[in-house]
């Protein structure tokens, strides 16, 4: 694993950049996390996709963490031909601390698949990540409660200096809508965690591609091709080398 001091002067997108070439260099992994407490984020969903996204754009051996409860992402990678390794872990801050450096140890790209409501376990992820990432819904009730997870990541940053690093994006969001707009203009008004740009749309076809336990990365022609571009768009902006 990669353990990095802040040093003065290094600009965000330069961290990510250097993060990606000392993985190439050494291969050591990274480990990036999807997280919102809030529940019906788009965690899930992002994760399984940033996931299947290392596997066949980077080429790296990805490793999926589960820390929902309810075990959406192993369930769906499980029930998938996707072939990402993956492990659920109790959403417990001790097992976080204790067994994610473990696996770690196994893989490039680690990406953890937050829970809802517990924070404690969301904070020692923070306390472990190379990348936070995280989907916000753009509703009033979301974008508040987006203001605790970005908290979180500023507590994590002052215990570790600087680390780790962050963006957040609009999930979910319905094109043309005053709440969209209204949602981009909250979020990019937070400190400290940039926005990206890319906005990932709410569609029936990413909905359905639990059920179908595969991702929109596969699909070739249609809607899918369309949503895995937004995706593709989306980890684009953050992992600019990729
Ligand atoms: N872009 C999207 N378009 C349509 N449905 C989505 C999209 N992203 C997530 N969903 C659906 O919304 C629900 C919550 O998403 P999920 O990824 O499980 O969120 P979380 O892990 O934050 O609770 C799921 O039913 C999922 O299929
Ligand atoms: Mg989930």
Known sequence: MLHRGWT???????????????LSA??????IGSLNQKGGAGKSTTAVHLAHRFQLKHGKSV????????G?????????DLGIE?????????????QLPAVAETADVVVVDGPAGLSDATRAVLLLADMALIPVQPSGADVR??????????????????????RLFISRATRGTKLLQEARSVLMQ????????????????????????????????GPGLEA???????????????
């Open 72 to 80: 959406t992402s192993s369930f769906w990678l499980q029930a998938s």
């Open 190 to 221: 937070l400190e400290g965690i940039p926005l990206l740009d890319t906005a990932i749309t709410q569609r029936q076809i990413v909905a359905d591609a639990f059920g179908q336990a595969t991702s929109v990365l596969n699909a070739k022609t």
């Open 86 to 98: 993956h492990t659920f872990l109790a959403a417990d801050s001790d097992v976080v601390l204790e």
């Open 145 to 166: 409660s987006a203001v605790d997870a970005v908290r979180l990541v500023q507590q994590a940053r002052r215990i570790r200096g600087g680390l780790p690093d962050a």
């Open 26 to 31: 050494c291969n050591s992994s990274v480990i």
């Open 228 to 242: 895995g571009n937004e995706f593709n768009r989306l980890f684009s902006e953050v992992f600019p080398n990729g």
């Open 63 to 70: 490793h999926l963490v589960d820390l929902d409860p309810q």
């Open 8 to 22: 003065k002067g290094v600009t965000v997108d330069g961290l990510v950049q250097q993060l990606f070439a000392e």
